[in-house]
């Protein structure tokens, strides 16, 4: 049975991992590059590029997976109930006040972000806001804080950047091994390795890249969503505001329109609705059982 603290390790370890899988890689690219092009300084360039891109991943991925799902920040005066149900619950959990954003959507949902609770940020939609009672919201926003207590958000958000880097390596491989070989024409031998070499690593990566979803999956496991809902509910004392709250996101058929494959596993809820081939790379657990378990709760 896992525990606050052993998901805490677990999380911060799964996060490096990550990171190390991530700049190897990449490296590993770069020499391929540089040994076939003889040409160092495009190792050195991999190097770099892997270093800084593990950099901006574990300091800034907060602030683009905002920005990716168009968060805005507010201020206390903006929402001054919201404001309190966050400010309650964080003195509760002993957690510092997070900065607070809305998405202009009318789909109901919520994610936190950031790479500790000292850089922690919850976002919750508009609809969110105006479909849930006030129970509700606190049933949600205290699913976010454990999410932020537990450091789930550390591997959540680094996962959207590392993991999005794939798609667009393999969007420009494709698109470089194509104008490449064009340039070079066919009589080019060593253009014409070069350009297989090319070709053949951008194929690679886009089989690869429609799996971002299940990379997710394995990176982070389901666990956390009934974790974060357990930790949530004990921290209100009312595990019925979660449920309640979850019965009526599943419900509502609002599609989030700014939800991505890259940061749906943000999100308290799957945020894509009536998009069946989604379902094969599900990170959430079903919401009947979650709710089902909230429900069988003592607290």
């Known amino acids: 049975m896992p525990t606050l603290y052993t998901q805490v390790d677990k999380n911060v370890a799964r996060t490096w991992i ?142 959207v950047v590392l993991v999005g880097l794939v798609a667009l390596l393999s969007h420009w491989f494709l698109r470089f091994s194509f104008w490449g070989g064009a340039r070079r024409g066919r009589d080019d031998r060593e253009g014409g390795q070069i350009g297989a070499i090319l070709a053949l690593i951008g194929i690679i990566l886009a089989i690869l890249s429609p799996l971002i979803a299940t990379l997710i999956q394995l990176a982070i496991s389901r666990k956390r969503e009934f974790l974060a809902d357990a930790d949530g509910a004990l921290l209100t004392r009312y595990p019925e505001g979660l449920a309640s709250a979850l019965e009526k996101i599943a419900a509502d058929p609002t599609p989030l329109r700014v939800a991505n494959q890259a940061t749906a596993h943000l999100y308290i809820a799957n945020p894509f609705k009536g998009k069946k081939i989604t379902n094969l790379f599900l990170t959430h657990p079903p919401i009947e059982e979650r709710i089902k378990i909230l429900r069988g709760m003592e607290v």
């Open 18 to 159: 990550l990171i190390t899988v991530f700049l190897v890689f990449i490296i590993g690219l770069g020499y391929v590059f540089s040994y076939n092009l003889n040409n160092p300084t495009i190792l050195w360039f991999a190097v770099i590029f892997s270093s800084g891109m593990s950099f901006i991943s574990y300091w800034y991925s907060d602030k683009i997976a905002l920005s990716i799902n168009r968060a805005r920040e507010v201020k206390h005066e903006e929402n001054p109930e919201l404001f309190h149900i966050v400010e309650n619950l964080c003195i509760t959990a002993g957690l510092p006040m997070p900065k607070i954003y809305i998405i202009e959507d009318m789909a109901p949902n919520a994610f936190a972000t950031g790479r500790d609770k000292n850089h922690a940020s919850i976002a919750v939609t508009r609809g969110l806001l105006q479909k849930m009672n006030r129970t509700e919201l606190e049933g949600v926003i205290a699913h976010e804080l454990s999410h932020v207590g537990n450091r789930d958000i550390l591997l959540s958000t680094v996962v």
